[in-house]
């Protein structure tokens, strides 16, 4: 309990250029649901945290045979015009591909995007092409074909080790029992991102150093390539959200307070 006090009554420090919300978008398999231990601390230091399910993840009953990439990037846009004030965008892993494009569909309403443990972009690339899958000692070695139309799903018996290696054996087995097929063709759709929209976002990226989904080396490989302004790292495996929900609110309380500075 003393714990769980010392994370809620930490407060934020804030600046004039602050972003006073956050959006969190999940990634593959998952949904909205991954941040509800995330939420309740961000929410305790003052900010409007704003969750997601992504079209067919989740509880959105959309069949994935007709989820496309426009549908995720639909998704994130309204809830980003859901208030005039810009917010703090995060992305987690897969969330990355769609939320690029929002960042350029709506970049008045994104303060900063930050990417955790995520797929960074650039103008005309897919997820699918850039050989993620030949990644060793990475979720892409648990993906197999779903029973379900239009999906591909992760091996459950390996999807402990590989998304929640650092989580508790309760905290994983809750996790596992709720992730669903993932839509496979907005993976393989190329995002369209341009200077004078998507460039001018403010962008952070948070490495995972312990991470069996992503490797730490992929992560430092996007930041490397892109125009990632802040790099940060967590000793987490890919799911700090429920590993490592305090240290993780911290290090993002400390980027929506950057704002729009490099």
């Not at 045979?65 to 005039?84: E, F, P």
């Not at 139309?149 to 905290?171: K, L």
Request: glycine residues 6%; neutral net charge.
């Amino acid at each position: 309990m003393a714990t769980l006090f010392s994370m809620l009554r930490r407060k934020p420090r804030r600046t004039p250029q602050s972003a006073r919300r956050i959006v969190l978008v999940h990634g593959a398999s998952h949904g909205a649901w991954c941040w509800e231990i995330l939420t309740p601390i961000l929410t305790s230091y003052g900010y409007e945290v704003q969750t997601l399910d992504l079209p067919g993840l989740g509880d959105d009953p959309t069949p994935p045979a007709q989820v496309r990439l426009a549908d995720y990037v639909d998704r994130i846009v309204g809830v980003l015009k859901s208030r005039a004030e810009p917010a703090l965008l995060v992305a987690h892993s897969m969330g990355g591909l769609p939320a690029s494009q929002a960042a350029e569909n709506a970049s008045d309403h994104v303060a900063r995007l930050v990417f955790l443990s995520a797929v960074a972009l650039k103008d005309g690339e897919s997820m699918g092409g850039l050989s993620l899958l030949d990644l060793p000692n990475s979720a892409s070695q648990t993906i197999r074909p779903s029973s379900v139309e239009g999906a591909v799903e992760f091996d459950p018996d390996r999807a402990q080790d590989v998304f929640y290696n650092r989580c508790s054996p309760e905290i994983a087995a809750k996790a596992k029992a709720r992730l669903k097929p993932q839509a496979a063709t907005p993976i393989g759709e190329p995002v369209a991102l341009s200077q004078e929209r998507y460039g001018r976002v403010p962008k952070s990226y948070i490495v995972c150093a312990d991470d069996h989904a992503l490797p730490a080396s992929a992560q430092r490989w996007f930041c490397e390539r892109g125009d990632i302004g802040r790099v940060r790292e967590i000793a987490s495996d890919h799911s700090p959200f429920l590993s490592a929900p305090r240290e993780l609110a911290y290090i993002i309380d400390d980027e929506a307070r950057v704002g729009r500075l490099q």
